[in-house]
């Protein structure tokens, strides 16, 4: 039988993913349809931002893997460049964590602007490396972008926020992930 505990951590994964799913999907089909004269904000990365500051390292870096492929069915990106674009990620905001212990709003904002103009970067140096085809530098429109997903990373981190206290406190993680363990071992 599952523990309550062990059905919150599958539960919390569960939402989070659907959520990931509706975020990518307003993102590159219903905003191009709302505001197109606007660059879309990266709701995707935002969700990773937060997951990358919230969530232990262990848990978070593995599930951004399976973020990573899900986004891969969104957008035209090939996997390699996924991967490689969330490691980066990873690597970029596991640096801020780690050096600034707060979690104010509007930290999370700048954090997640910062890290719009760095996937830019990214994705343009990793592209410039492994594809025929390099990605363009469009830099009014990453500009704008990062802004956008500055403004919008506002109103996401609240939800996101309300939902991740909804499951679980962070200090229940560590405990929840051996429950797991020591129930997914006996199976």
């Not at 919150?8 to 989070?16: A, P």
């Amino acid at each position: 039988m599952i523990s309550k505990k062990t059905l919150r951590f599958i539960l919390k994964y569960f939402f989070f993913t659907l959520i990931f799913f509706m975020l990518c999907a307003f993102q590159t089909s219903f905003w191009t349809v709302l505001i197109d004269f606007l660059p879309a904000p990266q709701l995707w990365l935002i969700f990773l931002v937060f997951i990358f500051l919230k969530w232990p390292n262990y848990s978070a870096i593995f599930y951004a893997y399976l973020l990573g492929y899900i986004l891969t069915l969104f957008s035209m990106m090939p996997l390699k460049m996924s991967w490689l674009s969330v490691l980066g990620i990873f690597g970029f905001v596991w640096i801020f964590k780690n050096r600034i212990h707060s979690s104010s709003l509007f930290l999370f904002a700048i954090l997640c602007g910062a890290c719009s103009l760095f996937y830019s970067v990214l994705y343009i140096a990793i592209s410039s490396y492994l594809e025929a085809n390099k990605t363009s530098f469009l830099f009014f429109d990453r500009i704008l972008q990062a802004g956008i997903t500055f403004l919008v990373s506002l109103i996401v981190y609240s939800a996101l926020d309300s939902l991740d206290r909804l499951f679980v406190t962070q200090e229940t993680w560590a405990s929840d992930a051996k429950d797991l363990n020591s129930h997914l071992g006996d199976v």
